[in-house]
C-alpha cells in the first residue's frame, strides 16, 4: 500500500482543522503534517489544540503547528475578519483558504 505522503504532497500548504483536539481530529492533524502540511490546530478551548499538538509533536518534532481558538457555531470566530490575528496570518497564507 502506499504511503498518504507518497499520494499527497501538501507541502508549503496550511491546512486548517475544526475539532483538533478530539479523538478523529488528532488523527487528521497526525495526516496532513505527514503529507508536509502547516497545519492550525483548533479547538474550542487552547488546552485541546495544546494537546494534539504536543501529541504530533512527540512523534514530529518539526511538524508546523499554529494552535487556534475557534468555535465552529460561533460566525464571528469563524469569520477571518474577526478571528484572531494568528488564525487570520495562517489563513491568509494558505492557498487552500479562502483569505
Ligand atoms: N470517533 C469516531 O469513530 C467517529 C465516527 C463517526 C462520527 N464521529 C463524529 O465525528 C465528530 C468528531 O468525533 P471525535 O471522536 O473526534 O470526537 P471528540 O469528542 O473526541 O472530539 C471533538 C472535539 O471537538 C471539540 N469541540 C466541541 N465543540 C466544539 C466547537 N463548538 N467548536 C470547535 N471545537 C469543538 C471538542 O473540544 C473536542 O476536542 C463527532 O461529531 C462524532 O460524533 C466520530
Redesign the pocket.
Known sequence: MTAPSARYDLTGRTALV?????????QHVAALVDAGARVVV????MA?ADATIAAVMEIVPAADLVPAV?????QA?VSPSTSSSTTRRSIRRSPLLPA
Do not use: E, P
Open positions: 475544526t475539532g483538533a483536539g478530539g479523538l478523529l481530529g488528532r483548533s479547538d474550542i478551548g485541546q475557534i468555535d465552529v457555531t460561533s470566530a
